[in-house]
C-alpha cells in the first residue's frame, strides 16, 4: 500500500522568502510523485509531476521538487515567495501511471506581507 | 476549451434525499474519478471508472453510487445512506494510456445537508 505525509498542515512564510512544503511517501515499487495546489473553493492543478529520470523536477510558477529515494521524500520548494502563492498544497503518489492517485492531508500556505 | 465541468457548484439537500453531482469532461480522456474532500483530510477516493460501462469502489463508496454511459459523463449520486455527505466533491480525468496520466480536476461541488 501507498502513503503520504505532508508535515504541517499550515506553513505561513514572509512574502519574498523560501518556501519549503515538506512531503514523504511509502510505496513498495518506484513511484510516481506529483505536487497539486488548490485555491480557495477551485479544484486542484498540478503545479509538477516526477516520473522516472531527472530528480529535481521544475513546474510552473517558479515551483521545484527533488525527488530523493534515500530518504523517500519529495519536498516542494520556491525560493521566493509571493503574496498569489497562498493555497492548499497537496503531495500525491501512485504506482501506476497515475491511474489512482494516494494524496497527502495537506498544507495550507500563508504568505506574510 | 477543454476541461471539466461540474454542476451544480453548490447544493443543497435535505436529510433522506438522493442527489446527483454531474461531471463532464471533453478531453477525450478514458478514466475518471470521484473525490471527497474534507477539512484536514485531502481527499478521498470514492470511485473511479477506466472505461465506458465499468466502475470500481474507491475507499470509501458507501452511501454513493456512480454510472458511466457514455465517455464524457460521470454523475455521482449521494443517497440517503450516506450518513455525512456534507463536503466538498471533486471529479477528475486522466487518459488511460500515454504518459503518466496526471489526473485533471473539475471546479468541484460543495454539498451542504441541512
Known amino acids: 500500500a501507498q502513503s503520504v505525509t505532508q508535515l504541517g498542515s499550515h506553513v505561513s512564510v514572509s512574502e519574498g522568502a523560501l518556501v519549503l512544503l515538506r512531503c514523504n511517501y511509502s510505496?513498495?515499487?518506484?513511484?510516481?510523485l506529483f505536487w497539486y495546489v488548490q485555491y480557495p473553493n477551485q479544484g486542484l492543478q498540478l503545479l509538477l509531476k516526477?516520473?522516472?529520470?531527472?530528480?529535481l523536477v521544475k513546474g510552473i510558477n517558479g515551483f521545484e521538487a527533488e525527488f530523493k529515494k534515500s530518504e523517500t521524500s519529495f519536498h516542494l520548494t520556491k525560493p521566493s515567495a509571493h503574496m498569489s502563492d497562498a493555497a492548499e498544497y497537496f503531495c500525491?503518489?501512485?504506482?501506476?501511471?497515475?491511474?489512482?492517485?494516494?494524496f497527502g492531508t495537506g498544507t495550507r500556505l500563508t504568505i506574510i506581507p | 476549451d477543454g476541461g471539466i465541468t461540474q454542476s451544480p457548484k453548490y447544493l443543497f439537500r435535505k436529510e433522506g434525499q438522493n442527489v446527483t453531482l454531474s461531471c463532464e469532461q471533453n478531453?477525450?480522456?478514458?478514466?475518471m474519478y470521484w473525490y471527497r474532500q474534507d477539512p484536514g483530510q485531502g481527499l478521498r477516493l470514492i470511485y473511479y471508472?477506466?472505461?465506458?460501462?465499468?466502475?470500481q469502489k474507491g475507499d470509501i463508496a458507501e452511501g454513493y453510487s456512480v454510472s458511466r454511459e457514455k465517455k464524457e459523463s460521470f454523475p455521482l449520486t449521494v443517497t440517503s445512506a450516506q450518513k455525512n455527505p456534507t463536503a466538498f466533491y471533486l471529479c477528475?480525468?486522466?487518459?488511460?494510456?500515454?504518459?503518466?496520466?496526471?489526473?485533471?480536476f473539475g471546479p468541484g461541488t460543495r454539498l451542504t445537508v441541512l
Open positions: 477528475a480525468s486522466s487518459l488511460q494510456e500515454g504518459s503518466y496520466n496526471e489526473q485533471f
Open positions: 510505496s513498495s515499487v518506484p513511484p510516481y
Open positions: 516526477y516520473t522516472t529520470g531527472a530528480t
Open positions: 500525491a503518489v501512485s504506482d501506476t501511471h497515475g491511474e489512482k492517485l494516494t
Open positions: 478531453l477525450n480522456h478514458d478514466a
Open positions: 471508472s477506466q472505461i465506458v460501462n465499468d466502475f
